[in-house]
């Protein structure tokens, strides 16, 4: 029995490997078409956050790919517009991340958004309008300095900043859901000076809302 547990376990890290750096190789099309439903599923729940949100929105196929299409093109305008921030196509949807980097900055332990970083999200803010057809996830992150429900409650009044002031640029309030992570999900080492800031973050999901997928499936059929 141990030894069938090995094997099936020696697979399924396998598989796993092979479909990350597939996804991680394809082209922005390709991350479209390439992932399937119950694949994306597996996979976005093994990464969580943002990224795994999109990957287990994936609806793959020729579907897909006209969905990918579409995302290159509002991924290239927000590229543009906020040239500090971290965009990335995702699955069939984008990542975008906003660091101490991207100009969207709050003050110090504060959710008060700096004068920069409101010219940013406007500059955001008509793109979402421009692209109405998507859904927002809006997550916030802090670094581990100080008391974790602390950042926790701070992490929240973030990203629900930076929701609120999109809506307030015109974006529909019933595209967006807001979450916070405070500490507990890093991407740098928080024993650096550099890492906290970078962890210091609100990250923002964009994908395809359920009228987009629909569309998608009419014209591939």
Excluded: W
């Excluded at 996830?137 to 009044?157: C, F, K, P, W």
């Excluded at 080492?189 to 990250?203: F, I, L, M, P």
């Amino acid at each position: 029995m141990r030894t069938i547990l090995a094997k099936v376990l020696v697979i399924l890290l396998t598989c796993s490997l092979v479909s990350c750096t597939a996804l991680q190789n394809a082209n922005r099309t390709q991350k479209g078409a390439g992932a399937g439903a119950a694949g994306g599923a597996a996979i976005g729940g093994l990464v969580g956050g943002v990224r795994g949100a999109l990957i287990g929105a994936a609806i793959g196929g020729v579907a897909g790919g006209l969905i990918g299409n579409h995302m290159d093109k509002q991924a290239m305008k927000i590229e543009q517009a906020v040239p500090g921030a971290e965009v990335e196509r995702v699955g069939e949807g984008i990542q975008i991340i906003f660091d101490e980097t991207s100009g969207v900055t709050f003050a110090f332990n504060s959710a008060a958004l700096t004068p920069t970083g409101q010219t940013n999200l406007n500059a955001v803010a008509e793109i979402f309008n421009e692209f109405p057809d998507t859904t927002l996830l809006i997550e916030g992150h802090t670094d581990s300095v100080g008391d974790a429900g602390y950042n926790m409650g701070l992490s929240q009044r973030r990203a629900q900043t930076v929701a609120d002031y999109l809506q307030a640029q015109g974006v529909a309030a019933s595209r967006f859901t807001v979450k916070a992570y405070g500490e507990t999900a890093p991407r740098y080492d928080n024993s650096t000076k550099d890492g906290q800031a970078k962890n210091r973050r609100v990250e923002v999901g964009v994908a395809a809302n359920d009228e987009m997928i629909e569309d998608a499936k009419a014209k591939a059929s």
